[in-house]
């Protein structure tokens, strides 16, 4: 996995400063998990297949950051996201620094709300944050998630109980919603 170590052009015509940002990569059952820090906490965790896609999407989500790795203190964390994934039982607490509109935000807190095992639908979500029909503004938000697991959109579903778009691929929605059934 290549790591870009200055600023990006965007950054630097925006005049914006650059933020680190450390990034480490694990296997999981899943595929490949990428954990992003930074100063605040965790700003990602995405899943995929391709550690170039990975790093693309974190790159593309901050696009002033300068990626880097080689900071051990991020490997605890992501040890636990992987624990997470492979046995949702153990839990998943970790400090995380959110990045998106208002709006987005009450979706994901919404979202971190439904207990492991649990679904429910993106109207549901809409409703339990006073805009009932938002529902599509909602599974909006869901794609627009960049903390997989930690903010669980796959435990939202199309209202007939059917799975629906996972940025990360249905598949594993459907093998992390199975996995949490079984707690």
């Known amino acids: ?8 052009h965007t950054a630097a015509r925006a005049g914006v400063d650059h933020i680190e940002i450390n990034c ?8 490949l998990v990428l954990l992003a820090l930074n100063i605040r906490g965790v700003c ?3 899943l995929g297949d391709d550690s170039e896609a990975l790093l693309r999407h974190v790159q593309n989500k901050f696009p002033q950051a300068i990626l880097v790795s080689g900071n051990t203190a991020i490997e605890p964390l992501l040890a636990k996201v992987v624990a997470y994934i492979e046995a949702p039982i153990l839990g998943l607490d970790l400090p995380i620094d959110y990045h998106g509109t208002d709006f987005q935000q009450q979706v994901w807190q919404a979202l971190r709300e439904i207990p492991v095992g649990a679904t429910v639908s993106y109207a549901e979500i809409a ?17 627009a998630n960049s903390l997989a697991v930690i903010i669980p959109c796959h435990r939202v579903v199309r209202r007939d109980g059917g799975l629906s778009g996972y940025r990360w691929g249905v598949a594993r929605k459907a093998e992390l919603l199975r996995r949490e059934a079984e707690i």
């Open 1 to 8: 996995m290549q790591f870009k170590n200055t600023v990006t």
């Open 127 to 143: 409703q339990r944050i006073g805009v009932p029909k938002a529902a599509r503004a909602v599974a909006a938000a869901c794609a």
């Open 44 to 46: 990602a965790i995405v």
């Open 24 to 31: 480490a990569l694990a296997k999981c059952s899943l595929g």
